[in-house]
DNA sequence: TTGTACGCGTTATCAT
DNA sequence: ATGATAACGCGTACAA
């Protein structure tokens, strides 16, 4: 019996000798109070210790400030920076989040989508490769307002934010080319990396196809210390090369391999960061990298769910541009 | 309106031709239903799309299957490997999170735990340095069940995980001068560190004065950038030294800064970071620190904290030591 | 200004 | 096996 003492409205009018009503009104300072009995009240709610239970509040309005966050297991740098974002503004304007992460699989994804539902939040926001979008728009048959990060979809109750990686990647390389890049490209393919890592992929195969060039695709562990290892053995045989990956720490296990096996960043090795954060600029060599400022997205995501909850969401949808941080794992063309 | 039409157990009930009594047998699996008519209510449930009300069960029950989570902004490192490790163990046991931010202040601090009293959470992991005792006993004065990490704590209802920083941080200062370090070490201190911080601060002020040692101590700002820049101006006029930083991105902009003036790393300036992640071991040259498995903390605290709701917690502490991890940024001795 | 009574969507205790 | 009905803690028309 978790809360067989929580003190209720209903004690308190008792204790203060009103009905719950006026509590009530006190509580939410509905005004429509005499000032003598408002004292009162509040003197007996801190006297008892009373707080409201958000649950039956919850029951009673139909609103829950509760925002369900649908993330993959917090534990990316650039996840926390968009938990980061929505946090910030969700506090400041009273909701509460609740998280539910899943794993590389869509079965789970799946399931947190239930739980959302159940859970009786106000609204959600969504950052999950996994998910189809009539997965999402399951939770939108029941008129939960979502904004969904990372995938185009439309509806009724549907914001989404993308990311232009894409476009910016496929001009990136089509540049490198046209400068005189004289390495052979290789993208770094991590397994279980998601849909954003395979539309990346994608472009990348694609682009060098349209413009003729030959490429390369090597797959790698999502571990900082496999990855390593591997690299290491690679540059043994291999001492050139011009490799795209996904995360930083893949890229900094590349650069970290090649420096240790004697071989010179970037005169030898090129290394590109798809999904950079501040790590990116603090390795040595710096890296360069793609950057989209995670935190904004979480603001950003979270202002929009807003509006759309008040049904005044105006564009339901938003580009993020990565932006080209040229660093010193590349070299100047 | 956000949940106009969301169907109830009433309305399935009618449409199935039973009463809701039934219908609420069927959910939760408790028998007493004929085959046939558990069939019936489950077709309808999935016809019309029938989701429980986690409100109104918590309501009912008196169980909200909810943890609140009291953490500073979510986004250093070490935190979100907290919070991945409770999550982890959350999910396995069906719980939700509910996340509490707050930012350097005792008084948002505050009005978290008044926020997690009202949210009816079955227990709560708080992780704040600026909290006092008193602030979280009452939590506990609501019967909230509570692990409070990094800071000891006895009640009833309350466990603590601890961490073991001062006696480790002393032992290794001692043994460098025992080895012959000859560099005068440096507490690089944050503003608005926390008590973590400051703890470790006293404890390496404490250890010199005790063996008669000199130290310095110095201000810096918790971020990269201006701490790089600050360094680098430093280390114009220093050209040696031994510094403990809070942090790996501390550490790493004094190395940094260190390096691109053109000392070396560790023969001019050693560096240690206090509380380090994988980070530390990525960068170059990679960082001697300080480390506890944040993300064991977090699967830790959550395992204890079900314990604890389930009043068969036996040991109310914990306590984790950092491991001492020796890389390249000190001298071996 | 204040109080009464009903509803929010469940669970659980009774009868039947 | 099934069905009324009273909680759970609160908000809110409506009445007083």
Redesign the interface.
């Known amino acids: 019996?978790?809360?067989?003492?929580?003190v209720t409205i209903y004690q308190v009018a008792q204790a203060a000798g009103v009905s719950l009503a006026t509590v009530s009104r006190v509580i939410n300072k509905q005004g429509n109070v005499t000032e003598a009995t408002r004292l009162n009240v509040e003197e007996t709610i801190k006297r008892l210790?009373y707080?409201?239970?958000?649950?039956?509040q919850?029951?009673a309005t139909?609103?829950?400030t509760?925002i369900g966050?649908i993330i993959p297991?917090?534990?990316y740098?650039y996840?926390?920076?968009l938990?980061?974002g929505i946090?910030?503004v969700a506090?400041t304007k009273g909701f509460?989040?609740?998280?539910?992460?899943t794993s590389h699989s869509r079965e789970e994804a799946l399931s947190m989508i239930?739980?959302v539902?159940?859970?009786?939040v106000?609204g959600a926001i969504i950052f999950d490769d996994e998910l189809d979008a009539e997965d999402v728009m399951k939770i939108n048959?029941?008129?939960?307002?979502t904004i969904v990060i990372n995938k185009k979809i439309i509806g009724d109750k549907v914001g989404s934010i993308l990311f232009s990686y894409e476009d910016v990647l496929s001009k990136f390389i089509e540049s490198y080319y046209k400068k005189g890049g004289d390495k052979q490209m290789t993208f770094v393919h991590v397994h279980d990396g998601g849909r954003l890592l395979s539309r990346n992929e994608k472009a990348f195969r694609e682009t060098h196809e349209r413009i003729g060039q030959k490429y390369n695709v090597i797959n790698c562990d999502d571990s900082?210390t496999r990855t390593y290892h591997d690299f290491y053995e690679y540059f043994q045989n291999n001492k050139k090369g011009y490799f795209i990956a996904y995360r930083d720490?893949i890229a900094?296990?590349i650069e970290?391999a090649a420096?240790d096996v004697g071989l010179k960043v970037p005169e030898d090795v090129e290394i590109v960061s798809l999904v950079g954060t501040?790590?990116a600029?603090?390795?040595?060599p710096s890296i360069t990298a793609l950057h989209i400022n995670m935190?904004e997205v979480g603001q950003r995501s979270m202002y929009m769910l807003i509006d759309l909850?008040n049904n005044d969401l105006v564009d339901k949808s938003y580009r993020f541009e990565p932006l080209v941080n040229e660093r010193s794992s590349t070299i100047k063309r």
């Open positions: 019996m978790n809360t067989k003492d929580r210790g707080k409201p239970s958000g649950l039956a919850a029951l139909n609103k829950s509760n966050v297991n917090a534990n740098v996840i926390s920076n938990l980061a946090s910030d506090k509460v989040l609740s998280l539910f992460t239930e739980k539902i159940t859970s009786h106000d048959s029941y008129s939960v307002p900082y720490s900094a296990a970290n420096t501040k790590y600029n603090i390795l040595r935190q909850i």
